[in-house]
């Protein structure tokens, strides 16, 4: 663990910046679609396809690249992906056709994959848990903020240059991160030193069929062949894996992590609010164009209302964790991202004006706000210290899977009340898919308040003992 301060902030300072990087990709194409449909001939299937293949690589690799940095190293994993990420960035601007593109973009979520698990391991490695939570709190706004500018950014640069720069801005920013990354940041491994072959094989596997089937009933309903077969084989898959889990010698993903309250109700509360609160972000951000008539860029202005209380809440929601604990602030927070979606959906209608929504946005802001953080720290506590990679992997897995699994569900409440033929018929299916995610955070509310009143302190102490991690190659 590096101990200085100043090696401490490098290595926020780059795991903030290649977080920031693979999060605003999550989401910046979308507002391209159209320039790239019109430059491309781009069939609907072909567009759904460019950020499906992100989504499908990025949630079925998380757990895998976890795996890797604590086998291989994490410093070098981090790097491996960063450079994977860059160089699948500058094919994607190049790409000639949808089907390069769409390669390109599986490449894309795949160096994600690897980044992401690791930004939290390497930062848990360098900070002291009496300055974690600051540390945390950064951490976790760099990432909302990435949230609410994919589309600002994906509008901006569409409308100044065109849709190749997209994917081009990535890469001055990966050719200046790898080598700072090799010289600032500490290596590191896990506590195993063996890859788990047949882990890998049976996660991954499981979650591309679970994840291929949530992405594909968006377009092709739940009662589809396909998606079933894809969601039956993929669960198959999920309970194989468990159980190999349970007696391997050296797992990938240790079980005993879900016997602890701690790590079990916080990946169910970040599970319910990645459900509830980004399946409502996809339709209100083209609720703003669609029915209010804003400009991809306008709308994505507009929504950095959401995410500019990100900026101040949450390094105060990391800080005042570690010395209160982590459940007020994630009961908190669940409730307000609740409140907040309620109030629009009562205000929802075709005549409603941006000054109505101001409240309600700061309110969901300041919600999410106060979970990133105190759950990044919840895991953390409920672990030691080489365990967190793969807490990191398993946390993020699940996340991603409550986000894809809130847009599939909420598109089906969707469609079955409303469309996109008219402004109307999009508030007359926006209205009920927002109430559901309005139940879901109220349920994680709920669900938050069974997590065990403690600090870090307290916590560490209950852990089990466990082997030192291995020492820097």
């Known amino acids: 663990m590096p101990s200085s301060r100043a090696a401490a902030r490098w290595t926020l300072a780059i795991v903030s910046v290649g977080l920031f990087m693979v999060v605003l990709d999550n989401l ?18 072909a567009l759904e396809w460019t950020v499906n293949a992100y989504v499908l690589s990025y949630a ?9 940095g604590d086998r291989f190293g994490r410093k070098r994993m981090f790097m491996a992906g960063l450079t994977l990420f860059t160089l699948s960035s500058a094919a994607a601007a190049l790409a000639p056709t949808t089907g390069i593109l769409i390669a390109a973009r599986a490449l894309q979520g795949l160096g994600a994959a690897i980044v992401t698990p690791l930004t939290l391991t390497l930062l848990a ?35 100044a240059a065109s849709w190749h720069w997209i994917f081009w801005i990535n890469v001055p920013i990966g050719l200046a991160l790898v080598p700072l990354a090799r010289s600032r940041l500490a290596e ?20 591309f069929g679970i994840v291929y089937g949530l992405v594909r009933s968006q377009s092709l309903g739940w009662t589809s062949s396909e998606v079933l077969v894809a969601l039956g084989a993929g669960a ?21 992590f879900f016997t602890r309250r701690s790590f079990a109700v916080t990946n169910g509360v970040s599970l319910s609010m990645y459900f509830g609160m980004f399946g409502s972000i996809f339709f209100l951000s083209q609720y703003l164009q669609n029915v209010l008539h804003n400009s991809p860029l306008q709308a994505g202005v507009k929504l950095l209302v959401w995410t500019g209380a990100t900026m101040v809440v949450s390094p105060l929601a990391g800080f005042f964790s570690e010395r209160y604990g982590s459940r007020p602030f994630m009961v908190a927070g669940l409730g307000l991202q609740a409140l907040a979606l309620g109030w629009l959906a009562t205000l929802a209608s075709v005549h409603e004006t941006y000054a109505s929504m101001i409240v309600p946005f700061v309110l969901a802001g300041a919600g999410m706000s106060m979970v990133f953080a105190p759950a990044a720290n919840a895991v953390l506590s409920a672990v030691s210290a080489n365990q967190a990679g793969q807490a990191s992997g398993a946390t993020n897995t699940i996340r991603e899977l409550g986000g894809v699994l809130g847009i599939a569900v909420l598109a089906t409440v969707f469609t079955s009340h409303g469309s996109y033929a008219s ?18 955070l109220g349920a994680g509310a709920v669900l938050a308040a069974l997590l065990p009143f403690s600090t870090r302190a307290d916590a560490a102490a209950q852990l089990d003992t466990v082997p030192a991690a291995a020492p820097a190659s």
Do not use: C, Y
């Not at 009496?130 to 500018?149: D, M």
């Open 28 to 45: 910046v194409v979308n507002v391209a679609l159209p320039s790239i449909q019109r430059d491309l001939h781009a069939s609907v299937q």
């Open 60 to 68: 079925v690799f998380l757990l895998t690249g976890a795996a890797l």
């Open 125 to 159: 490695e360098s900070f002291p848990p009496q300055r974690r939570g600051v540390a945390l709190g950064i951490w976790s706004g760099i990432s909302g903020v990435a949230v609410a500018l994919g589309p600002l950014v994906g509008g901006a640069v569409v409308e």
């Open 188 to 207: 590191s491994h896990g506590p195993s030193r063996r890859l788990d072959l047949r882990g890998l094989a049976l996660g991954s596997s499981g979650l």
């Open 236 to 256: 198959l898959l999920v309970v194989a894996f468990i159980a190999h889990e349970l007696r391997a010698r050296e797992p990938m993903l240790p079980m005993k």
């Open 423 to 440: 402004p109307t018929a999009f508030v007359s299916g926006l209205v009920p898919a927002m109430w559901v995610g309005v139940a879901v």
